[in-house]
Structures are given as C-alpha cells and as structure tokens.
C-alpha cells in the first residue's frame, strides 16, 4: 500500500479507501450477509488499506465498527457521515448532535477521525455553515470527532458550486468529491481550490455502474453521441472504451478508471466499492499502478473532457432500512 498525508488533517492514509456505501455497501447491498462484509474489510486491512468511508445512510456503521474491534484505533482512519436530513436547510443543530452521538454508538468507538456532513446541495450549504457546522464544532472539543469534512451531492452539484465555497470558508479540513473518466470538471473547478487550502480529499464514483457494466456505458456512449456530444464513431463500437486495454496501457476498463482518478493532482485517497473480494484485490492493484499512458490520458482529455454530469446514478429508495438512499 502508499500512503498519503490528507490534507491538513495530517493523518496519513492509504491511497486507497474503502467505501462502504454505494451499490455494493460490502456486499449488503447485492445480498450477502456480514460476516461476508466483515471478511471484506479484513481483507481490505490485510492489503494496508487503513481508510474506511461509511455513513448513517448506508447501514454499514455496526458491520465497520463490529469488523474494526479488536484494531488498534490509532491504526485506523474511520469517516462517517451525519444523515441526509442534517445536510438540509431545516436541520437543527440538536438533532445534528443526536447524530453525531448516534453515530459513535453504531462504530461503538470513542472518537471518529472525520465526520462528514453527507450530499449537501448549494442551495443548503449557507445552513450546514453557519448553524449546524458551529455545534459539531463545539462537540469536536469534546474529542467526538477530530476533523469536519462535507461530502457534495454528485448528480445535484454537477459544477461542483458547493465545494468550492467550502473550500473557501476553511472550515472543512477534508471534502468528497465525484470526479471519473467522463466526468472530468473537477479538475479545473474544485482542484485547484483543494490544494490551495490544502483541504484533503476522497474521491467518489470512480467505476460506479457506468465502467462496471459494460452495457450502460455503451448505451451512455450512444445517447451523447446522438446528442452532439461524442463522435459517432464511439458510439458504433459496444467497447467504446477499448482503445484504453492494450500492452502497456490498462488492464481493463476499470484498472483504468481507477488508474485515471488515482493519479490527478489533488487526489488523496480514491474511494472503490465492492463487495467481491477478487475486485477488491483487483482494485488495489490498480490503485497501486502507475498513471495510464500519456497519450491514453490526453485522448481521454481530449475526447470526454468537456462532458459533464454523466454516470452519476445513485441507489433507489430502500424503504425497508428506512435509509433515504444509500450513497
Ligand atoms: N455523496 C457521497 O457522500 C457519496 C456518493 C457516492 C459514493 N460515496 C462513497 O464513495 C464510495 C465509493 O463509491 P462506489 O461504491 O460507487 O465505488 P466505485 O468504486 O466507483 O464503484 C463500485 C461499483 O463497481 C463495481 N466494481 C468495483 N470493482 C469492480 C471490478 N473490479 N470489476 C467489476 N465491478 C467492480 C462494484 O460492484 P462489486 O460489489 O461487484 O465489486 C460497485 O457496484 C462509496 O462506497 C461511498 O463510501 C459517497
């Protein structure tokens, strides 16, 4: 595993963080069961991974918590996330705090190491800022958590509006970010901004459904070309990502979309979720690798850099665990 420094956190975390939410949620969400998502996660700690993503949302705070027992707690990074509703403009700070509280009793640890608020919109940033981000901060003194991160909502904020006034306010040490092979803006809109206020960040959607399903990205890859957005010729090939496989080059559609996210300047730690154990060790793999080719990088720049907003899908509604959706 490489390790990083993230941002002025200054916790040093591996490159390569387990996320526990998406479509996979450890395997929970494809059906398996927890002693599977616990296998994941000491699979994932065997291979050096020492950062873990997970949130109210997914459910995953009880198998994290019950999988990290017995591990030195100084040993691992734990970010979780407030509830969807504490990202909006009618939360309260009381119920913030029950959160947050909530929270520490489903890790059933002590301290978490970053607490997010989860998918803030634009329009409910000024909120989080000035009335729900002041009472986590009173309660981060009292060593609940030590450093406030805020996670944007990718399909609600595709110019990434939130972010960059977070990282202006200097209030969030750490920001999550959506930034992939066909979704490439963060690069000139958020970047920057990051490495200048050295706030860390953790990237999200990296393979998602669009690179994991070969059929949904060439069913995207036909409607932006109908739409102008792509040349035609991608959209007659059922590979239209294939240039990128070759001797020399990626593995695999998704060795590159790890590849391509993990070596961006301003990237800490890319988040991948899974729940198949052979995709977790495929996945560190890439992570590990070095950047994709120049000439695969400048194609990809050249030919999907100005596509915003594509494969952004989120879980459905999940009535049964009450969650709002999982992501
Ligand atoms: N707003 C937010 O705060 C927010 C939003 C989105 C995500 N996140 C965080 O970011 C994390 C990462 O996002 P993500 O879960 O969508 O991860 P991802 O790594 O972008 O995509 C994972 C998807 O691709 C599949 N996959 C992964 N590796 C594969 C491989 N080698 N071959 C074939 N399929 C593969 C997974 O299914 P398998 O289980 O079959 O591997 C899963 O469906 C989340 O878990 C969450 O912690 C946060």
């Given at each position: 595993m490489e390790y990083t420094t993230l941002g002025r956190t200054g916790l040093r975390v591996s490159v390569a963080g387990l996320g526990?939410?998406?479509?996979s949620r450890l395997g929970l969400g494809t059906g398996k069961d927890e002693a599977h998502a616990i296998g994941i996660i000491h699979a994932a700690l065997d291979l050096g991974v020492n950062l873990f993503d997970t949130a109210a949302?997914?459910?995953t705070e009880p198998v994290l918590g019950k999988a990290l027992r017995?591990?030195?707690?100084?040993q691992v990074v734990i970010c979780t996330k407030a509830p969807?509703?504490?990202?909006?403009?009618?939360?309260t700070a009381e119920r913030a705090v029950a959160s947050l509280d909530r929270s520490l009793k489903e890790l059933g640890?002590?301290?978490?190491?970053v607490y997010q608020l989860h998918g803030v919109s634009p329009a409910a940033y000024d909120h989080a800022r000035d009335v729900i981000a002041p009472a986590l901060l009173r309660e981060k003194e009292k060593g609940k958590f030590h450093h406030l991160g805020i996670t944007e909502t990718g399909p609600g904020d595709l110019p990434h509006q939130m972010i960059q006034q977070a990282c202006r306010d200097g209030l969030w040490e750490v920001a999550m970010i959506a930034f992939h092979m066909m979704h490439q803006n963060a690069r000139t809109n958020v970047f920057p901004l990051t490495r200048e206020h050295r706030v860390g960040t953790l990237l999200m959607?990296?393979?998602?459904?669009i690179f994991s399903q070969p059929g949904r990205l060439a069913a995207s890859v036909r409607q932006l070309a109908d739409a102008g957005e792509l040349p035609r010729e991608l959209a007659e090939s059922?590979?239209?990502?294939?240039?990128?496989?070759?001797p020399g080059g990626a593995s695999s559609v998704i060795d590159a979309a790890y590849r391509f996210v993990r070596?961006?300047?301003?990237?800490d730690v890319v988040l991948f979720g899974t729940g198949d154990i052979g995709h977790l060790h495929t996945n560190i793999d890439s992570l590990l690798k070095?950047?994709?080719p120049e000439a695969d990088r400048a194609r990809l720049a050249g030919v999907f850099?100005?596509?915003?907003?594509?494969?952004?899908d989120a879980p459905h509604l999940t009535p049964l665990s009450g969650r709002a959706k999982s992501d």
């Open positions: 526990t939410g998406g479509f949302a997914y459910g017995g591990i030195a707690r100084d969807f509703g504490i990202s909006s403009s009618n939360a640890t002590d301290h978490i190491d959607f990296a393979v998602r459904n059922s590979d239209p990502l294939g240039f990128l496989v070759h070596h961006e300047p301003g990237v070095p950047p994709l850099g100005r596509l915003v907003g594509v494969g952004l």
